[in-house]
């Protein structure tokens, strides 16, 4: 293995101890870490900068709705002594702020290959190595690819005919220009109404003529109550950081939450105790709210309490009724992941706000001068696309990924995503997956997450260089026992009663597999004795 100073000399070099594709905080993290083992490493990603996620997505509004203290790396406690975070969930351009500190802090850039999308990564099966082509030619290889690509960075753009023919500005929020977007005096559809649509359209009502949103699925939001972050209380969390951070990863989705999970179940109390409860997590604001009682994610009927409630608000705060309806969602609250928003429902109070209910009638097609549905064009200047993304495992599918006997991962995952820990792939000696299919990821901080992974997968090389082998492969028995285990864990829950995009229900033709595991301090515990137990469900050679 190459020294690191070896490794900052030698960026025209083609081979490699490890490739990294993608630059965000797993990307970053794990150079770092790789760094630190001496590899010789390259990452190659696709963005002109780092950070990912919070590169691609500047649309108005866009911010974390962990909280910021949470949301934030924990591997290096003078780094987390030394930023400071200005509100409680902070806004893209703070996140995207502080991973530059972190690319200049740790000499990042230096090992990064910007501006270069990898389009191939095949394994040779006499050398033990993996060849990686970019779009940049030169192909480079590696005994080792770690692909940090992101569950959430393949956008959805739905294929609605017409689009090619409208006259004004197509933008899509995952990609949203760099310059920011001038809505002034325009006329603005939304198509799209998740965590980032939610987000969005209250700024783009402020900043446009007029703004219609074109809604397919009703869906639940909580305040988020953003505020500024009182010096106070950041240095109170800073005076004991490693043990705040030690405690929030013992919570089943990796943070903690403002109130305590309150045990009880929604149906032992009556209806003012609950009503009660509900109000006091609506005030605090966050996903505090779906904590109120201990069974909201488990029993139907104990959940549908919870619907019945946000209901209620809604219809407080959408003075028309006929719009608040429509506002109303009747799917199972949190199966779709719940959203926090600021001044959202009230946005529909404003003059220049419509809501154009397509859950029985979809877009027919996008005309010159708008969008045409239920026998109506909507006259429109832009078009936003607030509409997801091809989540976990689009982007790694957009890549020609071939693994022993030249099997392609699209053949491999034709029936859905399997792996072993979501972290290795029987057929793909070598390759890791920083928060892949089967992994908790998008159910926790992803921050938190991926540190775990990028730790584990960091160790697994070392633990492989000391003891002489040369490859690690999961086993396909590992992979269909994890398989059958993740889905397990979800059938106790109420996640798989809507068509969320966990379920891989939002891409036309996707295969339908709840793709992440739940809970994160058994998962953790699983790795752990994996890796103890000399990686029990790999192979070695
Ligand atoms: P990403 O940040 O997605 O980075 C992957 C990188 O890989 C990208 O830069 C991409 O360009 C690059 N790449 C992909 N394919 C290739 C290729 N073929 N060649 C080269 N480069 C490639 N999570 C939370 O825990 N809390 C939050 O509050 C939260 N808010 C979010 C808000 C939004 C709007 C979105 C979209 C996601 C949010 N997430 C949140 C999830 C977020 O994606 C993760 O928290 C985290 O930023 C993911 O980091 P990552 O490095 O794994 O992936
Ligand atoms: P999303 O949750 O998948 O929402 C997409 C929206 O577009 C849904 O309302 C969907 O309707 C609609 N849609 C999709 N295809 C459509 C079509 N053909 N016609 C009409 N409507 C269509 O995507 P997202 O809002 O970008 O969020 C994705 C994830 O990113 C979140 O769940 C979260 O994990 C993360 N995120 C987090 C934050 C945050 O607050 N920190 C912000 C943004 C994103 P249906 O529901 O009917 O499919």
Redesign the pocket.
């Known amino acids: 293995m190459a020294d690191h100073a070896a490794a900052t000399s030698t960026l025209p070099s083609s081979n490699f101890d490890a490739v990294i594709v993608g630059a965000g905080f797993a990307g970053l993290y794990m150079l770092h870490r790789s760094r630190g083992l001496g590899l010789k490493v390259r990452v190659f990603e696709v963005g002109a900068g780092v950070g990912g996620t919070w590169y691609w ?1 500047r649309y108005p509004g ?5 909280e910021s203290m949470q949301y934030s790396y924990q591997f290096d406690e003078a780094l987390q002594q030394e930023w400071e975070w200005s509100e409680r ?1 902070s806004g893209q351009p703070e996140i995207l702020s502080y991973a530059n500190h972190v690319a200049d802090r740790f000499n990042l850039r230096e090992d990064i290959q910007f501006e270069t999308r990898v389009e191939s990564v095949h394994f040779d099966e006499e050398t033990e190595r993996w060849s990686i082509c970019t779009d940049r030619g030169n192909p480079v290889s590696a005994q080792f690819v770690i692909m940090a690509t992101g569950c ?1 960075s393949s956008t ?1 753009m ?1 294929d ?1 005919p017409g689009m090619d023919l409208f006259a004004g500005d197509i933008h899509h ?2 990609q949203w220009p760099h310059g920011g977007v001038n809505f002034d005096g325009k006329r603005v559809g939304v ?9 969005a359209i209250p700024l783009i009502a402020e900043q446009s003529e007029h703004l219609t949103v ?4 009703a ?1 639940y939001a909580i305040p ?1 109550a953003n505020r500024p972050l009182g010096a106070d209380e950041q240095a109170d969390v800073k005076a004991k950081y490693p043990e705040f951070r030690a405690e929030n990863s013992l919570y089943p989705n990796a943070f903690s939450l403002r109130m305590p999970l309150n045990e009880t179940s929604a149906l032992d109390v009556d209806d003012d105790e609950r009503d009660r409860e509900y109000e006091a997590r609506w005030r605090e604001g966050g996903f505090t709210f779906s904590w109120s009682f201990g069974d909201l994610g488990l029993d139907l009927d104990a959940n549908a309490t919870a619907g019945e409630f946000v209901r209620g608000k809604i219809r407080e705060l959408v003075r028309d009724p006929e719009t608040a309806e429509k506002l109303c969602p009747d799917t199972v609250l949190g199966c ?2 719940l ?2 928003d600021t001044g959202y429902f009230e946005t529909f109070n404003r003059p220049n706000v419509d809501l154009v209910d ?2 029985k009638q ?2 027919d097609r996008i005309t010159t001068n708008g969008i045409e549905t239920g026998g109506r064009e909507y006259k429109l200047d832009a078009i936003v ?5 091809d ?1 976990m495992t689009g982007t790694l599918l957009a890549m020609d990924i071939r693994g022993r006997d030249g099997l392609t991962l699209q053949e491999k995952w034709s029936a859905g995503p399997g792996t072993y820990l979501g972290l290795g792939i029987p057929g793909f000696p070598n390759l890791f997956t920083i928060s892949g299919p089967g992994s908790p990821s ?1 159910l926790t901080n992803m921050i938190v997450s991926i540190e775990q992974h990028v730790d584990w997968i960091a160790d697994c090389i070392s633990a492989m260089s000391k003891r002489g082998h040369r490859t690690i492969e999961a086993t396909l028995d590992a992979e269909e026992n994890w398989v059958e285990h993740v889905n397990a864990v979800a059938n106790e829950t109420v996640y798989p009663a809507c ?3 966990y379920l891989g ?2 891409i036309p033709g996707k295969t339908r597999v709840f793709m992440p595991l739940l809970g994160f301090p058994p998962y953790v515990e699983k790795c752990d004795e994996v890796a103890a137990n000399g990686y029990e469900g790999f192979t070695l050679t």
């Open positions: 997505n866009a911010r974390c709705d962990v969930y959430l959805n739905p609605i929020t995952g198509i799209g109404t998740g965590s980032s649509g939610i987000q074109f809604q397919r699925t869906q988020a779709k992941r959203c926090l397509i859950s979809e877009i696309f607030a509409t997801g993304f989540a998008v068509n969320s995009w229900a939002n």
